[in-house]
C-alpha cells in the first residue's frame, strides 16, 4: 500500500522543509541525469540564493519564493533538475525537475537552454509533499 497522508499532516511536513531549508538557502540548477536525492551534484549551471525562506505550505503545496535571476551563469548545458540546500550549501533540503516555463516541471526556467554567462530566470516552483 502507498504512503497517504492527509492534508494536515502534508501542510506539517511542508512547513518543516521550509524552516530546515532556512534563510538565505540557495537554489542550484544542474544538466545531467538527476541523482537519487543527495546523491553527487553533476555540471551546475546557475546557483541562486532565496533572499528570505524557500517558500509557504499551504494544503500540502509548497510553493517557492522566487529568487532573483542568476545575471551570469556558471556553465553551459541543459538545464535537468534542481538542489535546494541550507545556505552553507552542504546540507540537502529537496531535489527536484526542471523544465521550460509549461513544462511541468516542480522548477520551472524561461527557458532550460542555459549559456555560460547568461541569465537564468526561474518562471515559478512548487513542491508538493507526500501523497498529493
Known sequence: MALAFPTACRTALGTALVTYAGSGALLKIFAGTQPATGGAE????AQLT??????????GVITLNIPASDTSADDTGTATWA??????????????NVTATAG?????????????????????????VGNA
Open 104 to 128: 511541468g516541471g516542480s522548477l520551472t526556467l524561461d527557458s532550460i537552454a542555459v549559456t555560460l554567462g547568461g541569465t537564468v530566470a526561474i518562471t515559478s516552483g512548487s513542491i508538493t
Open 50 to 59: 532565496f533572499s528570505g525562506n524557500i517558500g509557504t505550505c499551504t494544503n
Open 83 to 96: 538542489r535546494i540546500t541550507q545556505s552553507n550549501g552542504t546540507t540537502v533540503a529537496v531535489d527536484m
Open 42 to 45: 553533476t555540471t551546475k549551471l
